[in-house]
């Protein structure tokens, strides 16, 4: 067992509103740079539709993440050659009409206008060419609530060999909002195809980063993150990515999108992982990958794995954070958040709470696990997002999520003072009451428990401490091509 911690992030999308705070506030510190005018670290999607970059699910064209070959995960688009023979062309690779042309307005020209007969109008101008555009086609959040026609949104790839027919009609349709970020993976594509060996895992916190000195733009990278969470910087031919804001993080602060978030739907802690068994694991069965992924985390109250984590060097107060993890609670206890994508074969540490939805059809009285198949979100869609297609744990998720809202309905609308939950769940009444206190309520300190960097504390050189793919063994980093 190689015990190692690891921030990650659940968020609730039973709450996210949609509002766009976490991107903007993202963008205001992150991306506000000369060429990352079209970077969104953080954006939030409305599903079922294409996303940003559009289609960035549709692997067959994109070519990303891991892919099992006998017997071992590897590279999807390719291994050391396939990676050298794409450095000067690369045709995965998304282009700019994949994302948009970056605009703005000609503010000035309101401002500075003299009296006219008609009134002025801000026409929009290309950040990439500075020149006039006859009109915007085209934005990071064009499907935004559902926008455009659903021809279009139709070539979501979690849609395939679904009958959409139903879809279109306004009794039928669905929507929910899926916020993306760099996923931190434990199993990363983008560190393994740098042929710079610029991308690197820390080994205390598992944030994924990019050595801005290391990186010499090849965007193989790119390629490889199947989340696309990448971006390749032409002002400074650089690839730039989400930093999970680790300055904020060794002071024991949230994220910039999980501190603002309105919703309250960002949830951020540690949980401890067993490093050894990724490789394995990374090649499990497609319906399994779920389950495996979830059985590499570890419980912090475990003896033997605390003391085989204070062995390994995992700093007391990542230790003490893993105990009172919210989103250990999430993953583990209650089973109810889930990873994006497992089948992409990255390990994602951004998990996913399935939102519930509005019912279509006739109610069912009684029995209301039954009217899981009647909400207006398929649980085939969901667990195909969340599970690489097995429905089991979503209905599952769902049907605990459906049993608290009734728990709770019958103890503060009914005034019973002790309902009844399902035992076929396994979770106890005080699990439901733990589970309102922090799904609805969320206070601050139970939706943020961050530990402050050890590096803090000892100053010790960060970037020393930095591992290729997050496993430091004696040859030291390792990089796709056994370099440091
Ligand atoms: S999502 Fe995973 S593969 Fe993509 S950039 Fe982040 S760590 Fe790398
Ligand atoms: S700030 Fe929170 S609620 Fe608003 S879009 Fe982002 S994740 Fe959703």
Redesign the pocket.
């Known amino acids: 067992m190689k015990v190692q911690a690891q921030i990650c992030m659940v ?1 609730n999308l039973d ?9 903007v506030t993202c963008k205001n510190v992150w991306t506000s740079r000369r060429g990352m005018e079209y970077a969104w670290f ?1 954006n ?1 999607e409305t599903k079922p539709g294409v996303g940003y970059p559009k289609s960035w699910e549709d692997q067959e064209k994109y070519r990303g993440g891991w892919v099992v070959k006998n017997g071992r995960a590897v590279l999807r688009h390719g291994g050391r050659a396939a990676v050298m023979s794409k450095l000067f062309s690369n045709p995965s690779q998304p282009q700019v009409n994949d994302y948009y042309e970056p605009f703005t307005f000609d503010y000035e020209r309101l401002k500075e206008s003299l009296r006219t007969r008609t009134a002025p109008s801000a026409r929009p101008y290309s950040l990439v060419t500075g020149r006039l555009m006859d009109t915007v086609k085209d934005g990071p959040n064009w499907e935004d609530n559902l926008a455009g026609p659903f021809a279009k949104r139709r070539a979501d790839p979690d849609l395939r060999g679904m009958d959409t027919a139903g879809f279109e009609a306004f009794e039928a349709s669905f929507m929910y ?1 899926l ?1 993306r970020l760099c996923e931190h993976c434990l199993h990363p594509a983008c560190a393994a195809s740098c042929p710079s060996g610029a991308i690197y895992k820390r080994a205390e916190d598992g944030i994924v980063l990019i050595n801005q000195d290391k990186c010499r733009g090849w965007r193989q990278c790119i390629s490889a993150c199947p989340y696309k969470k990448i971006y390749f910087n032409p002002a400074r031919s650089k690839s730039e990515k989400c930093v999970f804001c680790y300055p904020r993080l060794e002071s024991g602060e949230p994220t910039l ?1 999980a501190e ?7 949830y951020m802690g540690v949980v401890l992982f067993d490093a050894s068994r990724i490789d394995e694991y990374a090649c499990a069965d497609e319906k399994e990958l779920y389950e495996k992924q979830l059985s590499l985390i570890l419980d912090p109250n475990d003896a033997e794995v605390i003391r085989a984590a204070r062995e390994q060097g995992v700093a007391d107060s990542f230790l003490e954070a893993a105990k009172k993890s919210p989103v250990y609670k999430m993953m583990k206890d209650w089973k109810i958040a889930f990873p994006l994508h497992p089948e992409y074969r990255t390990m994602p540490m951004v998990w996913y709470v399935p939102p519930l939805s509005p019912l279509g059809g006739q109610d069912i009285p009684g029995d209301f696990f039954a009217k899981l198949d009647q909400m207006r979100i398929p649980v085939r869609y969901m667990a195909r997002l969340l599970t690489a297609g097995d429905e089991k744990p979503i209905r599952r998720a769902l049907m605990k999520l459906m049993a608290l809202r009734a728990y709770m309905r019958s103890k503060t609308v009914e005034g019973c003072e002790a309902p009844a939950v399902p035992p076929e769940l396994g979770l106890s009444t005080r699990q439901y009451e733990d589970m309102y206190r922090y799904l609805a309520i969320a206070d601050y300190e139970d939706r943020f428990v961050i530990p402050t960097a050890p590096a803090v504390h000892e100053q010790t050189d960060l970037f020393s401490l930095r591992a290729g793919l997050g496993f430091e063994d004696e040859e030291g980093c390792r990089t796709l091509f056994g370099g440091r």
């Open positions: 968020l709450k996210c509103i949609g509002c766009h705070t976490c991107s953080n939030v909002y916020p999108c603002s978030c309105v919703g309250r739907i960002r």
